[in-house]
């Protein structure tokens, strides 16, 4: 089965002023289907402008990016809003959800944007927050839920289109240290079922959850670790793997 996704010598500079800045120099790496990776590196490393590109949010200077055999790379800015809304899922540290807007009706939007109809958005927003144990917090605003709940949320958002992967910045970031094991284990479970997730984070203690480690610095993949034996958030948390609600 071919990668889901591979680049090529992808590069990124920005001018500032007189001078260039060269956030990512010619990264070439490729991604199996059913892969967890994290991403680390220092501020400036290049991490977080990787995931930009592999999330069709900013566009490289030079090289390739292929997602599911597609040159993303050479494609208009319209085909790469719909890559986004329907092929990427989001999860971020500050849980970008609409602060006005209910817990089912921000996991609503994702289809909303895709067409889907009034009804069926409803069923499947409705399914997405079930699996996440969030059935009785369907009319709650993100303000009445917990940092936990809200990132629940934010991944039901992330898996309605079901995506071809997750791309997760930091998403255990501004939560205690048991709710983000419990986000770790949601992500694990996913992985385990088959879904591509890519994690960029600081924290080696998060990193370990992962089945592989990408490490930037200076805008260059320093090094790529496979790690034989990642560390089980189910675990940690006294349960069984299957007994993590998705």
């Keep these: 089965?071919?990668?889901?996704?591979?680049?090529?010598?992808?590069?990124?500079?920005?001018?500032?002023?007189?001078?260039?800045?060269?956030?990512?120099?010619?990264?070439?790496?490729?991604?199996?289907?059913?892969?967890?990776?994290?991403?680390?590196?220092?501020?400036?490393?290049?991490?977080?402008?990787?995931?930009?590109?592999?999330?069709?949010?900013?566009?490289?200077?030079?090289?390739?990016?292929?997602?599911?055999?597609?040159?993303?790379?050479?494609?208009?800015?319209?085909?790469l809003a719909r890559i986004r809304n329907t092929r990427?899922?989001?999860?971020?540290?500050?849980?970008?959800?609409?602060?006005?807007?209910?817990?089912?009706?921000?996991?609503?939007?994702?289809?909303?944007?895709?067409?889907?109809?009034?009804?069926?958005?409803?069923?499947?927003?409705?399914?997405?927050?079930?699996?996440?144990?969030?059935?009785?917090?369907?009319?709650?605003?993100?303000s009445q839920l917990s940092g936990g709940q809200q990132q629940r949320v934010s991944i039901a958002r992330a898996l309605v289109t079901a995506p071809d992967m997750i791309l997760a910045d930091e998403p255990t970031g501004n939560l205690d240290t048991r709710t983000s094991i419990e986000i770790l284990a949601l992500l694990q479970r996913l992985n385990r079922d088959g879904m591509t997730i890519v994690l960029v984070t600081h924290e080696p203690d998060v990193a370990a959850f992962a089945r592989r480690i990408l490490t930037f610095r200076d805008g260059r993949v320093r090094e790529d670790e496979r790690i034989g034996i990642s560390r089980d958030a189910a675990a940690v948390l006294g349960a069984r793997p299957d007994e993590v609600m998705v």
């Design 1 to 79: 089965m071919a990668p889901l996704l591979v680049t090529v010598d992808l590069t990124r500079d920005y001018r500032l002023g007189p001078h260039t800045i060269h956030a990512l120099r010619s990264v070439s790496i490729t991604i199996e289907r059913g892969d967890f990776v994290a991403v680390m590196g220092p501020s400036g490393s290049g991490k977080t402008t990787f995931m930009n590109i592999l999330g069709c949010l900013d566009t490289a200077t030079a090289g390739r990016y292929i997602l599911d055999g597609v040159d993303v790379s050479r494609l208009s800015s319209d085909h």
């Design 88 to 142: 990427i899922g989001f999860v971020f540290q500050s849980f970008n959800l609409l602060p006005r807007t209910t817990a089912l009706e921000n996991v609503e939007l994702p289809l909303l944007y895709a067409g889907v109809s009034g009804r069926r958005r409803r069923e499947i927003a409705r399914a997405r927050l079930a699996a996440m144990g969030l059935s009785d917090r369907e009319t709650h605003l993100p």
